[in-house]
């Protein structure tokens, strides 16, 4: 048995069907918890089926600029969407409804007040 790796390349990266991006950090100051994902899937799963959810905190570093952010990934993979491309927007129309009134609901309960440094 080989060991784990603890960090790897992934060079044929195969993008998911769909993608929804939550600015979750922008409007509520902080990451999502477990327990909003949790939610989030529980929301999601009557619609897909299966789902990944990725809550990330992103740091964008180039020469003249740095920004970090907490985004909530939703990544719906091509065998659980619909063929028909109506039948898509309409899927990915309700994918962003959930994700906002999930978003909405995590950030009325408990929000971080965002200032500068």
């Known amino acids: 048995m080989t060991e ?3 960090a790897f390349c992934v060079r044929d990266v195969e993008p998911p069907g769909v993608e929804v991006r ?3 950090g922008v409007f509520a100051g902080r990451g999502a918890t ?3 994902i949790d939610e989030l899937a529980a ?3 009557p619609k897909v089926g299966d789902v990944s959810i990725v809550a990330e905190e992103r740091h964008e570093i180039g020469e003249d600029a740095e920004a970090s952010l907490n985004q909530v990934r939703i990544e719906v993979s ?3 969407l619909p063929d028909d491309e109506r039948e ?4 990915c129309g309700r994918l962003v ?3 906002e009134s999930w978003a909405r609901g995590c950030i009325a309960e408990r929000h971080a007040e965002v200032s500068e440094p």
């Open 4 to 6: 784990p790796q603890l």
């Open 22 to 24: 939550v600015n979750f």
């Open 34 to 36: 477990p327990a909003e």
């Open 43 to 45: 929301a999601l799963l």
């Open 78 to 80: 091509p065998d659980h």
């Open 88 to 91: 898509l927007d309409i899927l």
């Open 97 to 99: 409804e959930a994700a």
